[in-house]
Nanobody, 127 residues
Framework: QVQLVESGGGLVQAGGSLRLSCAAS????????MGWFRQATGKEREFVAA????????YYVDSVKGRFTTSRDNAKNTVILQMNILKPEDTAVYYC????????????????????WGKGTLVTVSS
C-alpha cells in the first residue's frame, strides 16, 4: 500500500507560480513511476505530467509544456510539480498518482494504469 498526500495548492493570480508536493509513505516509493492529473469542475480528470521511477524521464501534456516541471526526490519520498506562468484554465483539483504499470511511448503520453491516488489539492488561478 502507498499513501499519497498532495499539498501546496491555493489561490494565485494569473502569471504566478505554485509548487505542489506529493508525499508518499508505505511501500517502496522509488519503484513507482508517478503522474500528475487535474480535474476542473464539470470536466473529466486529465493527465498533466508523468515522471519515471528514477526521475530520468518526464512527459507533459502540451498545454503545460514549458510552464510546468515535475521532479522527484526518492530519498524523501516526494514528487514535485512546479507550476509557472499559471493561467485561469489551470484551475482544477490536482492529484498525484502512482502507476501500477507504465509504458513510455516513442510519441505521445505514456500509457498505464494508476494503482494509488492522493486526495488532491485545489489550485485556483484568478484572472
Amino acid at each position: 500500500q502507498v499513501q499519497l498526500v498532495e499539498s501546496g495548492g491555493g489561490l494565485v493570480q494569473a502569471g504566478g507560480s505554485l509548487r505542489l508536493s506529493c508525499a508518499a509513505s508505505g511501500r517502496t516509493f522509488s519503484n513507482y513511476a508517478m503522474g500528475w492529473f487535474r480535474q476542473a469542475t464539470g470536466k473529466e480528470r486529465e493527465f498533466v505530467a508523468a515522471i519515471s521511477a528514477n526521475g530520468g524521464r518526464t512527459y507533459y501534456v502540451d498545454s503545460v509544456k514549458g510552464r510546468f516541471t515535475t521532479s522527484r526526490d526518492n530519498a524523501k519520498n516526494t514528487v514535485i510539480l512546479q507550476m509557472n506562468i499559471l493561467k485561469p484554465e489551470d484551475t482544477a483539483v490536482y492529484y498525484c498518482g502512482a502507476y501500477g504499470s507504465l509504458t513510455w511511448m516513442s510519441k505521445g503520453p505514456p500509457k498505464g494504469g494508476m494503482e494509488y491516488w492522493g486526495k488532491g489539492t485545489l489550485v485556483t488561478v484568478s484572472s
